[in-house]
């Protein structure tokens, strides 16, 4: 085994795909999922069928305090935490600023950026040499909309994907010296149920046609970008942002 992998938000779309990918390579996975235990239930055995060995764990990541019960499982486990995929995310629909409650504001900054700042800070605590480990990887998962803006859809959510683009470049910088790489992919158009999820789920199809490669992506592309940094091959790359949007 190559170490212990926590994907957040790894029963469905991109962190679903990292997760069966990441059992391909030898890791032991640990998959997050907040309600559907289901989907969860099905990565599991997809990596389990493949020879990889993998287990999930509810998590609401808006709370510390459940984000501290996850790192302390993770602790009583035999491999050390090695990487950390910071995935799990929502959009809170789509709306334009104006129409935009302090609620809806509130909790996708407590998910998308709080949640992965905590998590973040606990696989520092746990894989920095400064703290007894042999150092690790971190991947964020940003998204186009950072540098896009998400004008007249989702402001809100591109807002909290540039927050971490500067988690990524700036804890990269951090902890550089302490063995951690840390990186981000962004990926653009990509066939998930996260457009249905925000309640247009024409939105792919309408879309695809501008972007430059001509269709949206696949879970699967984005997770083989995630899998290469976390991979040694990556070795020197770390305060990357990596799109994977097909030039979008």
Sequence with gaps: MKGLALVTGGS??????????????????????????????????AIGAAGGVAWSWQLDIAS???VMALFEALDRRPLPLALLVNNAGITEGFSR????????LEHVFQVNVFG????????????????GGAGGVIVNLSSRAAELGGGGEWIHYA????????????????????????????????ETGLHAAAG??????????????????????VADCVCWLASAAASYVTGAIIPVAGGR
């Design 12 to 45: 469905r779309g991109i962190g679903a795909a990292v997760a069966r990918q990441l059992g391909l390579l030898g890791y032991e996975v640990c998959l997050t999922y907040e309600h559907d235990g289901e989907a969860a239930r099905q990565v599991e055995e």
């Design 64 to 66: 510390p305090v459940a």
């Design 97 to 104: 600023l104006e129409a935009l409650s302090y609620k809806r």
């Design 116 to 131: 992965a700042f905590m998590c973040a800070r606990e696989a520092v605590r746990r894989m920095g040499r400064s703290h």
């Design 159 to 190: 807002a909290t994907k540039g927050a971490i683009d500067s988690l990524t470049r700036g804890l990269a910088k951090e902890v550089a010296d302490e063995g951690i790489r840390v990186n981000a992919v962004a990926p653009g158009l990509i």
């Design 200 to 221: 247009k789920p024409e939105r792919l199809s309408e879309m695809s046609t501008g972007v430059p490669a001509g269709r949206a992506g696949l879970p699967e592309e």
